[in-house]
């Protein structure tokens, strides 16, 4: 069926039905037909489901552009999504097929490739380091560059609208040289395209027009045209085909044709039997799709490869991003000076029960700063999705390298905020406290991951970290002390990360003092015997049970897929 330089869609001598002027496609990889035949979809509903496609049939092969078209609603995305393999809610049947075979997702998504509409980039990178990030977690480190230039292109390229918001030279050249990849590098491309110029128009091998979810012709521009005229509706002289067509089978305006009329006839016309008799073709010349997806695995870094490329993208990310860190050090400086100065040593009207105000402060508002990385997090759970949906990032590997890149930055916050107060304020024990608040940074910075992970919008996250931090302040025991608390909220004392900071940070400063009215201090929180060392495993703990929750997040719902 194959050798090195060729695939054959031909079989016992056979010409094939063809949608294209060539039978015979030269390929310097491994090439794909897609074909989806009868493809149906439903979105479930309160009462009943909403359908969206309609028994929806059409072929693309290596070396050709293929357009869905139609009017907004019509179901385009949902058909690209559907042959991207990123729909994981609804109903869908029918069948999808790469050389005939039925497709598995898991192979496939190592052969094709998927651009969204929606950008999904990190600001901080320029162009080229973006793609230099990309190749990094999507090709292994030990393939040669000369291997890597020949097996870097997807098989199957899916576009959803490439073209939109550009003006009409822009858009000529996008298409344009999406045309010569798909020719070059003999890949299957299928784009989403709203309402093209007849240039680009005339630059398709295929389009698909939908209606109402329903297939009104599939097969090439030359065809339609003769197509459309036999109904009735040839194109005026001097006119769009794409504008004629489209203003033909929109039924969202008064004095719309019948669109149903228009797919009736459709399924009894010659096209839709020519798409038919391809796609029975291919079945019966399918080429062995595990030949294909065993190439593209040994593409695949090792998960050890992406967590060093992404702990080198975040930690830059983190550096160039003044939202990031930069703005953040500057606020938590400041706080601390203020706190600081407001409770000087030298302010000799102070007494020693001050002091747990002051502690009570850094613990909890500088904790609570942390909702601050929840906007900036957001943009990176995007591309998390994007690259995840290209099979090109691993959960664990993500998760670690986004809390180790996070821990230089929340250690410069510690340290320089420990600084401050410490020395302002005249507090003892500098090591232990500086710990103390990296570790609780450390937990709060975990705790965001997971809310901005399970919050659909930065603004509703903020809202939620503000609920849960003001809860664990109530109730770390300064207060009310937790040997006097309900007996049915001392679980939340339990729960709440704050206690064994607030707690290590009360018995640090109050045991050094070592005076009367600090070990009354002491006994009035209950704080006498508190194990320091303890509570800091238990804050280290907390955080790794935090992250793990992250990825389990990340790995149910956010996959990428809709």
């Not at 045209?225 to 067509?245: D, I, K, Q, R």
């Not at 983190?318 to 050090?329: A, I, K, L, Q, T």
């Not at 410490?422 to 910075?445: I, K, P, R, T």
């Not at 009354?520 to 303890?534: D, K, P, S, W, Y």
Request: charged letters at 15%; glycine letters at 6%.
């Amino acid at each position: 069926m194959t050798d090195d330089n060729y695939i054959h869609i031909q079989a016992d001598g056979k010409q094939p039905p063809s949608s294209s002027s060539s039978n015979h496609v030269r390929v310097s990889g491994h090439p794909c037909v897609l074909g989806w035949d009868s493809i149906s979809y439903t979105v479930p509903g309160k009462k009943k489901g909403k359908q969206i496609l309609y028994n929806v049939s059409g072929r693309s092969a290596p070396g050709e552009l293929t357009a869905i078209m139609g009017p907004s609603g019509s179901g385009k995305t949902t058909l690209l999504d559907i042959l991207a393999d990123r729909m994981s809610s609804g109903t869908i049947s029918g069948k999808v097929d790469v050389n005939g075979k039925t497709r598995h997702s898991s192979s496939f998504r190592l052969l094709a490739s998927y651009v969204s509409q929606d950008d999904a980039l990190l600001g901080s990178f320029t162009v080229l380091e973006t793609l230099r990030y990309s190749a990094q977690l999507s090709v292994a480190a030990n393939v040669g560059p000369d291997e890597r230039e020949s097996r870097k292109h997807p098989t199957v390229l899916l576009l959803d609208e490439p073209t939109s918001g550009l003006d009409s030279a822009s858009t000529l050249n996008v298409i344009t040289h999406v045309l010569k990849l798909s020719r070059y590098q003999h890949c299957t491309v299928v784009c989403t395209i709203h309402q093209p110029s007849s240039v680009v128009f005339n630059l398709f091998a295929n389009i698909v027009l939908l209606a109402n979810g329903q297939t009104v012709f599939s097969g090439s521009p030359q065809h339609a045209l003769s197509h459309f005229a036999s109904l009735g509706h040839p194109v005026p002289p001097f006119t769009n085909p794409s504008e004629h067509y489209l203003e033909l089978i929109n039924a969202d305006f008064e004095g719309a044709h019948d669109t149903d009329v228009f797919v009736a006839y459709y399924l009894r016309s010659d096209v839709a039997a020519r798409i038919q008799n391809q796609l029975a073709f291919d079945r019966d010349a399918s080429v062995d799709e595990d030949a294909l997806t065993t190439h593209a695995a040994d593409l695949r870094p090792s998960a050890f490869r992406q967590l060093g490329v992404i702990i080198h993208r975040n930690s830059l990310n983190n550096v160039r991003n003044p939202g990031v860190y930069g703005v953040r050090v500057v606020l938590y400086m400041g706080l601390s000076a203020m706190v600081g100065t407001m409770y000087l040593y030298s302010n000799k009207s102070l007494v020693e029960d001050d002091l747990v105000n002051l502690l009570f402060y850094v613990q909890a508002f500088l904790v609570f700063m942390s909702v601050a990385v929840l906007p900036f997090f957001t943009d990176q759970r995007a591309v998390f999705a994007r690259e995840r949906a290209n099979h090109a990032l691993s959960v664990p590997s993500y998760v670690v390298a986004n809390f180790v890149a996070a821990l230089p930055g929340i250690f410069v916050i510690a340290l320089l905020s420990s600084t401050i107060v410490v020395s302002l304020a005249g507090l003892h024990a500098f090591g232990a406290f500086v710990l103390n608040l990296f570790l609780s940074l450390v937990v709060a910075e975990s705790l965001m991951h997971v809310v901005g992970a399970t919050a659909p919008h930065y603004i509703m996250g903020i809202a939620n970290a503000a609920g849960i931090f003001g809860m664990f302040m109530q109730m770390e025991g300064f207060m009310v002390p937790a040997k006097t608390m309900p007996a049915y909220w001392k679980w939340a004392n339990t729960v709440a990360f704050h206690t064994y900071s607030f707690e290590s940070f009360v018995h640090n400063q109050f045991t050094a003092m070592n005076t009367t009215r600090s070990h009354e201090i002491l006994a009035r929180f209950g704080f006498e015997q508190v194990n320091v060392h303890q509570h800091m495993v238990v804050l280290g703990v907390y955080a790794v049970v935090l992250e793990v929750a992250f990825a389990a997040v990340l790995y149910k719902w956010h996959t990428g897929r809709r």
